[in-house]
Structures are given as C-alpha cells and as structure tokens.
C-alpha cells in the first residue's frame, strides 16, 4: 500500500488537530503539507511500531517543534472562534495533551507515543489542561440521580473542579422543576431514576427550554446506544472512575458552543 494511501484516511483530522493547535486553519495546514512532504522524501519516516495514525501525528509533532511551534495570536479575537482563543490560553505542552485525547480521541499513551513523553507525563498535563479550563468555565451543575451515594460522589467531584452543584433530582418532574427555578451550565443525568420516570426524557424535556451540555453517567448504556437516534457525546458507565467523570466535564463545558458563547 502507498504511502499516500496509508495515510489518506487520517489526514482530515490531522488537519483539524493542526488547525486547533496552532490557532489557524492556513498555519496548520502548512505544517501538515511539511510533514507530508518530508515524508515523501524521506527526510522523516512513519515509525513502524506505531499504528499509521499515531505514527501521522508523530511525525507531525516532529515538524512542527522543528520549524519554531508558531502559534498565531488570538488574544483579539472575536466570539465566533471562542474555542480557539481559550485554547491559545492553555499552556502549549497541556493544550497538546488535552487535544490529542480530548478532541482526537487518542488514548494517554497513544499521545505519550506522539509527544514522546512519558504517559505519566501525559497524564500531568492533561491534568493542568483541564484545571485551567474548569477554572475559566466554572459554573453551576444540575446532577440527575436517584442513588444518595453516587449523588454524594458525583457532587464531590464536581466542587473539586471548582463548580457549584445548584441542584440534585431523582426523578423527572424534580429535575425539570430544578431547572426553572435555576438554569445550569451542565447537567450530569442518570438514566434510571427513582419513581421508575426516565433520565433520558428529563434530560429533552430540559433541551426544549436551554441550551446546555449533558453528560449521561449511567449502568444502561445500551439504552442510548441504539443507533436510532443521536447518541450523547458524553456517556459514562457505571461504576465509573472519578478521573473519567472529571474529563468529560472539561471536554464537554469547553467544546459545547452554548459554552464557548458564554465565556466570551
């Protein structure tokens, strides 16, 4: 197989990987043509022991520390790339980790092996990325559930991210109650709940009214993966891990656009 083909797969998110990272589209795609060229010629090879698209990432990486880590200035810009201005904020060496596995879906140590960096090291980083986003994003959140452990676990996780828990809900009507006395900024929603009423129909009930990201924390997830419909961004299974928990809030305040408005 050609190179070209190895690679052809993979080169539309490298191109969006560059184009956060840098803070513009035409500097990202530049450095993506360097790589690729010097990849043509021989100057760089994909490293045999990485998949094709690690090893892509790799050698962009590669290039672009080479060539200076440009990053374009964003400090003026306007509210419609929020995203990228808040990003340009991030500490360089975090803002790579926390978009290597929050917006590229790489594993910690698929993105220690494109850094070159330790997976401890990883890890740090992606730590500080999301301290820095929670800290600028902080807001009020409205946790779904009908288990009084899991609620008391929940809520502790999120007041070490420096957010506020407005309200906590067991059953539909308290949820869609909550958020009329209260508008949150994010919702952490159970499926399941305790009058046998249904997470899932307080969590549209609530879209119908606001704007706001929802993350589904919950021991059914084949009841939202069904393909039959949009299926959330953000699920996590019961039990979870607290550091699962902590990420999803980091990636889904920052990317949702309601989010990225409000923090203009």
């Given at each position: 197989?050609?190179?070209?083909?190895?690679?052809?797969p993979h080169l539309p998110y490298v191109r969006r990987y560059?184009?956060?990272?840098?803070?513009?589209?035409?500097?990202?795609?530049?450095?993506?043509?360097?790589a690729l060229e010097a990849l043509a010629a021989g100057e760089q090879q994909l490293p045999a022991a990485m998949t094709p698209r690690v090893a892509l990432y790799h050698v962009f990486h590669t290039i672009w520390v080479a060539t200076g880590a440009r990053l374009e200035d964003k400090s003026g810009m306007e509210s419609d790339d929020d995203a990228s201005r808040r990003l340009m904020k991030i500490a360089?060496?975090?803002?790579q980790a926390?978009?290597?596995?929050?917006?590229?879906?790489?594993?910690?140590?698929?993105?220690?092996?494109?850094?070159?960096?330790?997976?401890?090291?990883?890890?740090?980083?992606?730590g500080d990325a999301q301290r820095e986003i929670?800290?600028?994003?902080?807001?009020?959140?409205?946790?779904?559930?009908?288990?009084?452990?899991?609620s008391a676990d929940i809520e502790s996780l999120v007041k070490?991210?420096?957010?506020?828990?407005?309200?906590?809900?067991?059953?539909?009507?308290?949820?869609?109650?909550?958020?009329?006395?209260?508008?949150?900024?994010?919702?952490?929603a159970d499926i399941q709940l305790a009058d046998g009423s249904s997470g899932i129909d307080a969590v549209k009930d609530i879209l119908?009214?606001?704007?706001?990201?929802?993350?589904f924390i919950t021991a059914f997830p084949e009841r939202l993966l069904t393909?039959?419909?949009?299926?959330?961004?953000?699920?996590?299974t019961k039990p979870f891990q607290p550091e699962t928990v902590k990420a999803a809030i980091s990636q889904a305040l920052f990317f949702h656009p309601a989010r990225q408005t409000e923090a203009a």
């Open positions: 197989m050609s190179l070209l083909a190895r690679l052809a560059a184009r956060a990272l840098t803070g513009d589209q035409s500097t990202g795609d530049n450095y993506v043509r360097v360089p060496k975090s803002r926390f978009l290597l596995t929050a917006l590229e879906g790489f594993t910690p140590s698929e993105a220690a092996q494109i850094l070159g960096a330790e997976l401890s090291d990883i890890e740090s980083l992606i929670d800290a600028e994003l902080a807001t009020d959140v409205l946790i779904i559930e009908d288990e009084p452990i899991i070490e991210l420096g957010h506020t828990v407005s309200a906590t809900a067991t059953t539909h009507d308290e949820a869609v109650d909550a958020v009329s006395r209260h508008r949150p900024g994010l919702v952490l119908k009214s606001i704007n706001v990201p929802v993350i393909g039959e419909r949009p299926e959330p961004t953000f699920l996590i």
